[in-house]
Structure formats: structure tokens, C-alpha cells
């Protein structure tokens, strides 16, 4: 199967697109491949997940760029309630202790790219 991760340098959004706190979900498609990723930006730093629940692998969001609670605070899985730090670590719900798979990305001249 094809791997449908978008290549190092790939420009995702400008960092003026993405509120503090705030997260912004992309696809990509290779052939028959998908990559679902999100970005999460809190406290200054952008960090990127592989758009995967440690729990049952559904994406996270429940509706687009839906990746945080309403206080910004946490990252929300949609479909059974699991809750991330932004490190990445859960730590509520059905798949605690786990943690999401890193994308890694990088900001430069304020724009968002796959590192
Ligand atoms: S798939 Fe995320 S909590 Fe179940």
C-alpha cells in the first residue's frame, strides 16, 4: 500500500490561521492511501498527531478542526470521550496511559510545515 504521508516541506496553513489554543485537521490521499493528521496549537508551540484514537483508531474529530475541548485545554476524542494533554498523553477514558502517534511538523516564517 501506498504511504499517503505528505513529504517533509509540505506547507500545511499559516501559523495567523490557527488560534492559541486551536487545531486544524488535513487529509492526504496517495492512490488508495489516506493520511489524516491534525495540528494543535497551545501555550506558543505547534505540535502534530497522526488524526488516530489509541483506543478504537477512529479519527478524532466529530466535526471539522474539532480536536480540542471547549476550553482549549485538552485534545477530545469525539467518539468514546478519550482526552489527551497536548503532549500527546491520555489521560481520561477508554485508552488511558496511551498516547497519540506524533506528526512531526515545524513552524518557519510563521507557517505551519511537515517537518
Ligand atoms: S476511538 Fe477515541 S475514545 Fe474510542
Given at each position: 500500500m501506498t504511504d499517503a504521508r505528505p513529504p517533509a516541506g509540505t506547507r500545511l496553513c499559516d501559523?495567523?490561521?490557527?488560534?492559541?489554543p486551536g487545531a486544524k485537521g488535513f487529509q492526504f490521499r496517495a492512490g488508495d492511501a489516506l493520511f489524516h493528521g491534525f495540528i494543535v496549537r497551545a501555550d506558543d508551540q505547534v505540535r502534530g498527531w497522526v488524526d488516530q484514537c489509541p483506543h478504537a483508531g477512529l479519527p478524532l474529530a466529530f466535526a471539522p478542526d474539532r480536536y480540542l475541548t471547549t476550553a482549549g485545554d485538552m485534545i477530545l476524542?469525539?467518539?468514546?470521550?478519550a482526552l489527551f494533554r497536548h503532549d500527546g498523553?491520555?489521560?481520561?477514558?477508554?485508552?488511558?496511559g496511551q498516547s497519540l502517534i506524533p506528526w512531526a511538523v515545524k513552524v518557519e516564517d510563521q507557517t505551519v510545515f511537515v517537518a
Open positions: 501559523l495567523a490561521d490557527l488560534p492559541d476524542c469525539g467518539s468514546h470521550g498523553l491520555c489521560i481520561g477514558g477508554p485508552c488511558a
